[in-house]
């Protein structure tokens, strides 16, 4: 987390990445060692724009260029969402309560595209795979399904100009689902 941007109020700066291709089916990584599914996401660092670290984010963790793909568009404001008590790294100064994310919208500019998850020493997936534009509101850790359902709903418009897709019959049961049910065992 070191030159990560973390504001007066505790929230890291992040960029999230919902990759689209196709007829609208999106990128899922799975977390190295099985730790659930989740899309590319990251930290901003100190003096970067988020457009900026959305690319440099897209190349570390899956292997993309800046030329493969297309910036369809990204969410007006910043989603937050907490870290539960037991992720909170207190010894860390400033301590990082949640995170604040920008989430974007890219579209692959063309197919077979092959994805490189090690471009870091510390590779964030092992495993993708394609999903419905709606499922990884299913698929996400409890914390932090809210921001993946606010900001899935707010891109939706630029991601299906032609009219979005009705919502999938687990969404309300989902939306309910308490915020603090504990974590899937990793």
Not at 13 to 34: D, P, Q, T
Not at 79 to 84: A, Q
Not at 99 to 118: I, T, V
């Amino acid at each position: 987390m070191a030159g990560d941007v973390i504001d007066s109020d505790g929230f890291r700066a992040n960029v999230g990445i919902v990759l689209m291709r196709g007829a609208g089916e999106v990128f899922l990584g799975r977390r190295s060692r099985g730790r659930g599914w989740q899309f590319p996401q990251g930290g901003m660092r100190t003096g970067e724009s988020p457009e900026q670290a959305v690319f440099r984010e897209l190349n570390e963790e899956i292997g993309l260029e800046r030329d493969d793909v297309e910036l369809v568009g990204h969410t007006a404001r910043w989603l937050r969402y907490r870290l539960p008590a037991r992720y909170v790294r207190r010894n860390q100064q400033p301590v990082c309560i949640g995170q604040k994310q920008r989430w974007f919208l890219l579209r692959l500019r063309r197919e077979p595209m092959r994805f490189d998850f090690e471009r870091t020493d510390e590779p964030e997936f092992d495993e993708w795979r394609w999903a419905s534009f709606w499922e990884p509101v299913r698929e996400i850790i409890y914390f932090k399904r809210a921001v993946y359902r606010r900001a899935l709903l707010e891109l939706a418009p630029l991601a299906f100009p032609q009219g979005v897709p009705p919502l999938p019959d687990w969404w309300d049961e989902v939306a309910r689902r308490p915020s603090r049910e504990p974590a899937p065992a990793e």
